[in-house]
């Protein structure tokens, strides 16, 4: 095997190409920027728009400490993929998100939904033609820190619990709202869920499925819903919700006696039978009643799993509140596809970075989440559009891409950066295999 030399040519070559497909979706989707200069008067300095368009290039390449904006190797390249006048410095990036951060949040919010709402992309349905709308709480372990709004998770750690909403099985982000971590997922999510419904209709006018866990069960939950159906157009389809039922202490011995008395017992192996069975149930919110169907299912094990007999028999009650009429199988399994938004969870805490949050102020951290959403959801066009399809990767057939796959292998591209008199070109490698893929991408961003 020969050695290599190392050598350092003249050639400007920068290691994240992909930062130019960032650049032109905000550019030519969103009113970013323009609401951004508008927002607070600016009498001298860096643009608002410039320090925020910097942060989001960062976040897209995974790196969410203000810190980072030192290793930026071109300025000359990331100041034309963002589209900046200037970049600003670690000091100003900090102090600025600091000190507008209530005022960004909103417009940076609105900014990711105009995204979607001007591209829109394919989203994929469930069996029965609705789109997945999952609302779900994810910890942030930040131990150790002493940053506004850390506390106590349900997970056992110190951080924060937002609550994140996702949109169709793609995993596109409607909303990712900062919240202590000692708050009960269910203070606030009624106003969510409204402006997450709000949202997807800008998006979509299928059919929504509403999912949520056991620490939602609540009637309130479900009159928001009910309500925004209300005042839906014709062309919009249902709203309709899957809501895991919390039983709480209810005695499991007499809901055996109400399974005993439906006769509808399988067994799925010896030592254990279930029990699957519907009821309705009438419920009262603000002086109104409402009738709910609730599915049911009681599990009853006389042998674990190991084979193990057990003494006393282990009864198992789970159920869940819904508005569907499908049958009872459906209704439980549709549920259990709830879980994949912990695969978007991670996409965000890991292969983002945003786990641990960058600032001790709790609305600059909220401002960091709205950036990522954007960043999040303009990576998941770029992998459902550039790598899904037949004959753009070499990977195996998917239904998505992983974040991370998207990053390593367009944003991590690296290319030759060559100025011209009328414009700035970015060469690949002969061998370049994504060389056709960005090409395509940014011509469609760029141009439309």
């Known amino acids: 095997m020969k050695r290599f030399k190392f050598v350092q040519s003249d050639a400007e070559i920068i290691s994240h190409s992909g930062l130019s497909l960032i650049g032109q979706a905000v550019k030519q989707y969103t009113t970013l920027s323009q609401e951004l200069d508008k927002s607070v008067p600016l009498r001298h300095g860096i643009k608002h728009s410039d320090v925020m368009k910097t942060y989001l290039g960062l976040i897209a390449i995974g790196k969410n400490d203000f810190e980072s904006i030192k290793t930026i190797d071109?300025?000359?390249?990331?100041?034309?993929?963002?589209?900046?006048?200037?970049?600003?410095?670690?000091?100003?990036?900090?102090q600025r998100m600091d000190q507008q951060a209530k005022t960004f949040l909103p417009i940076v919010e609105r900014a990711s939904i105009d995204f979607l709402s001007h591209l829109q992309p394919k989203l994929s349905p469930v069996f029965t033609g609705h789109l997945p709308l999952d609302a779900d709480v994810t910890p942030m372990d930040n131990?150790?820190?002493?940053?506004?709004?850390?506390?106590?998770?349900?997970?056992?750690?110190?951080?924060?619990?937002?609550?994140?909403?996702?949109?169709?099985?793609?995993?596109?982000c409607l909303r990712l709202e900062l919240r202590e971590g000692k708050q009960h997922c269910q203070k606030d999510t009624p106003a969510l869920l409204a402006r997450a419904l709000s949202d997807?209709?800008?998006?979509?006018?299928?059919?929504?499925?509403v999912r949520l866990d056991g620490g939602n069960d609540a009637i309130e939950n479900i009159d928001i819903m009910l309500e925004h159906q209300q005042h839906q157009t014709d062309e919009e389809g249902a709203v309709d919700f899957i809501i895991k039922w919390n039983p709480r202490r209810l005695d499991k011995e007499e809901w055996l006696k109400a399974a005993e008395q439906q006769g509808c017992w399988e067994h799925p192996r010896e030592g254990k039978r279930t029990a699957i069975f519907s009821e309705t149930i009438t419920r009262n919110w603000n002086g109104y009643d409402y009738q709910v169907r609730r599915v049911i299912r009681l599990s009853e094990r006389t042998i674990d799993k190991h084979g193990q007999a057990l003494l006393i028999p282990e009864i198992e009650l789970e159920g869940w509140w819904t508005s569907l009429d499908n049958v009872e199988s459906?209704?439980?399994?549709?549920?259990?596809?709830?879980?994949?938004?912990?695969?978007?969870?991670?996409?965000?805490?890991?292969?983002?970075?945003i786990e641990q949050l960058p600032s001790g102020k709790f609305a600059t951290n909220a401002l960091v989440l709205a950036t990522s959403v954007l960043a999040y959801n303009i990576l998941r066009w770029i992998g459902q559009n550039g790598l899904i399809k037949p004959g753009t990767s070499k990977?195996?057939?998917?239904?998505?891409?992983?974040?991370?796959?998207?990053?390593?292998?367009?944003?991590?591209?690296a290319a030759r950066v060559c100025k011209t008199a009328r414009s700035i070109q970015l060469s690949f490698g002969k061998d370049c295999p994504v060389f056709s893929i960005m090409d395509k991408l940014y011509q469609r961003l760029a141009y439309g």
Do not use: C, W
Request: proline fraction near 3%; aromatic fraction near 12%.
């Open 330 to 353: 459906e209704v439980i399994k549709l549920y259990a596809d709830h879980g994949t938004s912990e695969q978007f969870h991670s996409e965000f805490k890991t292969d983002l970075d």
């Open 200 to 209: 997807a209709r800008r998006i979509t006018n299928q059919p929504l499925l």
């Open 143 to 172: 131990s150790g820190s002493k940053k506004e709004g850390v506390s106590r998770t349900y997970k056992g750690h110190d951080g924060y619990a937002p609550m994140a909403v996702y949109l169709g099985q793609e995993g596109y």
């Open 74 to 94: 071109s300025e000359f390249y990331f100041m034309n993929a963002m589209g900046l006048d200037e970049i600003p410095g670690e000091a100003t990036l900090r």
């Open 395 to 413: 990977r195996y057939q998917a239904k998505r891409r992983r974040i991370k796959t998207v990053m390593q292998e367009l944003m991590y591209r």
